[in-house]
């Protein structure tokens, strides 16, 4: 018999879910189990455990220290650093050591301005800059222009072309409004601005109310751009920029809707110049003063390329980002920073001089210090990250920051965590196991180390990611090319 759709859903709606406590709940006080199945970053999932949100600040404070210094703000007061590296200290294994999550976090970091623990002097700090962090895909970012047409496709991901658009309101009333209306405004409490901010709807009325209107911001918007662009401004992107209200968002809307975003051909002969000369001076007039390219896994590009496409997309990185006239590189605009397989350098170090990298990063024994480089883990800054993902599912918040392994006793995990060889991923894929065995056991609390230690014995290893083999560079006598 067939049954009413509509009556199934009418059904579902009426039932309440039954209301029982998991193991989980029930046993060690936890909303669920906080590790991670598999330790693999994915900043699309709303999963915490794997887009990022779960952060140690504490596990990464020394390296996230050197990167502010080499690349933010050095204490010599010397230019940070336009290109350099991320990389895994050899001691540290491969991939699975919280790389890609450390560079999340730094783009927040950058995006957030928040930099209060490390600077406290108000008259010196950092210069307001945008950061976007890069996920290449395997095959896809192969020529130049593919990786330009990332960095726009990772800005729309991350919802930054809203922050931008909100950033060029906010400078643009600095022009606009008198001083009063400014101070009028700059008193409301922030939660009360940033609506006006981030609505255009509510940013017109605003306007209004202020005796001004769109076209009269539109055409300030022209007017300091071509001040900043100084002749060199892509024509094409600013008349489209200017036509949808000055906004990024819906400049990438249109290029979604007609098929630019898509064309392949177009990206090729634009894309360079619609960054450099058309989103850049956009992010100037908004008033950030640099742009941080975090690219992740540089391996997936890398490793796909031909010797010629290698030494052309290297070439082309030098001339459009550092050389080549540009309002980018007029400015000294660009920092790229890439992430980089611990044996590399060998591999690329003749094609990086052959273009001419190395007078702005050498990849030889110079290469440290140009480098922020990720140190293997030990058993109190890993014991510290497992705190961290148990304190996010807690049920009793006053149980939080207590620096416990609890619903484990002291130094249960160790026997795991040596197993994992202190690798980060392979630890939490111990501590998710275990704690899932345990749960469905109804073993009661504190789980001990005898028990962890039965689990290691038995032979049960985190399964290896197919990612995990295709990085495995070659031999040096082997074909680069395959």
């Known amino acids: 018999m067939n049954i009413n ?147 726009f496709e990772t800005l729309s991901d991350k919802n930054l072309y809203q922050k931008v658009d909100a950033d060029l309101r906010a400078a643009m009333l600095l022009k606009l409004l008198s001083e009063d209306q400014i101070n009028q405004l700059a008193q409301l409490p922030a939660e009360q601005v940033a609506p006006i901010l981030q609505s255009q709807d509510a940013f017109v009325s605003k306007l209004k109310d202020y005796g001004h209107t769109v076209q009269a911001y539109s055409e300030e918007v022209e007017r300091q751009l071509r001040l900043v662009a100084s002749g060199a401004m892509n024509q094409d992107f600013m008349t489209l920029f200017l036509s949808k209200g000055a906004q990024l968002s819906e400049l990438w809307s249109t290029w979604e809707k007609d098929g630019t975003s898509r064309s392949d051909y177009r990206w090729r002969n634009n894309g360079a110049d619609w960054l450099l000369n058309g989103l850049i001076p956009v992010l100037i007039v908004a008033g950030y003063q640099h742009l941080y390219i975090l690219l992740d896994e540089f391996e997936k590009i890398y490793i796909y390329q031909s010797s010629r496409e290698r030494e052309e997309f290297l070439d082309a990185l030098r001339q459009y980002f550092y050389e080549r006239e540009s309002v980018a590189v007029r400015r000294q605009y660009i920092s790229v920073v890439l992430t980089v397989h611990p044996s590399i350098d060998r591999y690329l170090k003749n094609s990086w001089a052959r273009v001419g990298l190395d007078n702005l990063a050498p990849l030889d024994h110079r290469m440290q210090h140009q480098s922020v480089e990720l140190g293997a883990s030990n058993p109190s800054n890993l014991s510290h990250l497992l705190m961290t993902y148990l304190d996010y599912f807690r049920i009793d918040e006053t149980q939080k920051g207590k620096l416990s392994l609890y619903p484990f006793e002291e130094n249960a995990l160790e026997p795991a965590m040596d197993a994992a060889r202190f690798y980060p991923r392979g630890a939490l894929w111990f501590a998710y196991t275990i704690l899932q065995k345990a749960a469905t056991e109804d073993v009661a609390v504190p789980i001990t180390r005898k028990f962890v230690e039965e689990f290691v014995a038995s032979g049960l290893k985190p399964p290896v990611e197919e990612e995990d083999n295709l990085f495995q560079l070659p031999s040096l006598e082997g074909n680069l090319q395959a």
């Open 5 to 151: 759709p509509l009556q199934r859903h009418q059904k579902l709606q009426s039932t309440k879910p039954e209301e029982r406590q998991t193991p989980y709940q029930r046993l060690y006080g936890l909303k669920e189990n906080p590790f991670p199945a598999m330790a693999l970053f994915t900043p699309s999932m709303d999963d915490p455990r794997r887009n990022g949100k779960i952060y140690d600040e504490q596990f990464r404070m020394a390296e996230e220290r050197l990167f502010f210094e080499l690349f933010i703000q050095p204490p010599s007061g010397d230019k940070p650093l336009d290109l350099g590296f991320v990389r895994l200290d050899p001691q540290a294994g491969g991939r699975g050591n919280g790389k890609s999550t450390f560079l999340n976090h730094l783009m927040n970091r950058i995006n957030g301005q928040k930099w209060e623990d490390w600077v406290t002097d108000e008259n010196n700090q950092p210069p307001f800059s945008l950061a976007v962090h890069l996920l290449p895909e395997p095959r896809r970012q192969k020529r130049f222009w593919q990786f330009v047409r990332l960095i």
